[in-house]
T-cell receptor
Framework: EDKVVQSPLSLVVHEGDTVTLNCSYEVTNFRSLLWYKQEKKAPTFLFMLTSSGIEKKSGRLSSILDKKELFSILNITATQTGDSAVYLC???????????FGGGTRLMVKP | GAVVSQHPSWVICKSGTSVKIECRSLDFQATTMFWYRQFPKQSLMLMATSNEGSKATYEQGVEKDKFLINHASLTLSTLTVTSAHPEDSSFYICSGRGGAYEQYFGPGTRLTVT
């Protein structure tokens, strides 16, 4: 059974801190890994990673994939209260493009 | 990015009635759409994969007679919750497949069954 595990479950930090969110996976036919940010409604797309070792960056957010060790990390530097959300990691495992989601990490950034 | 809309955003219905939720891709054609269900403080659970012009593929444990999915065009998929019960109350999210692996999510529909 395909499995995606995120850690920590929940995280509380202060503005300006740097956080690292983890996503590990055990799947039979890995194609890509995606990160989403979910606030009150549906998830919004952050990154898609398909190759190991290549960092994707968008402003204060960055992510990297390790296909040998089967994990990805999402880094957020200089956190702001607007970063408070649930961060979801999902893996695409077949050509049908179905996503298997991890349980999410709930991040709260305090002023 | 591509835009997906859902209608309604929130619906309250009585037990035993049926509810239809629409999912539209506004600026791209989605040959494949996905329906997810999300309980409070939990992650998204895939319910079914919907391909335009063909029957939906349901995940294990999802009753296809209860959650009717129709994908009649490249921009519209509908989910009908038949004979809804309070345990069907949830947040339902659709997504449209765009590009190689990306999925674009709709804003979700909150269903409350009383």
């Amino acid at each position: 059974e395909d499995k995606v595990v995120q850690s920590p479950l929940s995280l509380v930090v202060h503005e300006g801190d740097t956080v690292t969110l983890n996503c590990s996976y055990e799947v039979t036919n890995f194609r890509s890994l995606l990160w989403y940010k979910q606030e009150k409604k549906a998830p919004t797309f952050l990154f898609m990673l398909t190759s190991s070792g290549i960092e994707k960056k968008s402003g204060r957010l960055s992510s990297i994939l390790d296909k040998k060790e089967l994990f990805s990390i999402l880094n957020i530097t200089a956190t702001q209260t607007g970063d408070s959300a649930v961060y979801l990691c999902a893996v695409v495992v077949n050509a049908g493009n179905m996503l298997t989601f991890g349980g999410g990490t709930r991040l709260m950034v305090k002023p | 990015g591509a835009v997906v809309s859902q209608h309604p955003s929130w619906v309250i219905c009585k037990s035993g009635t049926s509810v239809k939720i629409e999912c539209r891709s506004l600026d791209f054609q989605a040959t494949t759409m996905f329906w997810y269900r999300q309980f409070p403080k939990q992650s998204l659970m895939l319910m079914a994969t919907s391909n335009e012009g063909s029957k939906a593929t349901y995940e294990q444990g999802v009753e296809k007679d209860k959650f009717l999915i129709n994908h009649a065009s490249l921009t519209l998929s509908t989910l009908t919750v038949t004979s809804a019960h309070p345990e069907d109350s949830s947040f339902y999210i659709c997504s449209g497949r765009g590009g190689a692996y990306e999925q674009y999510f709709g804003p979700g529909t909150r269903l409350t069954v009383t």
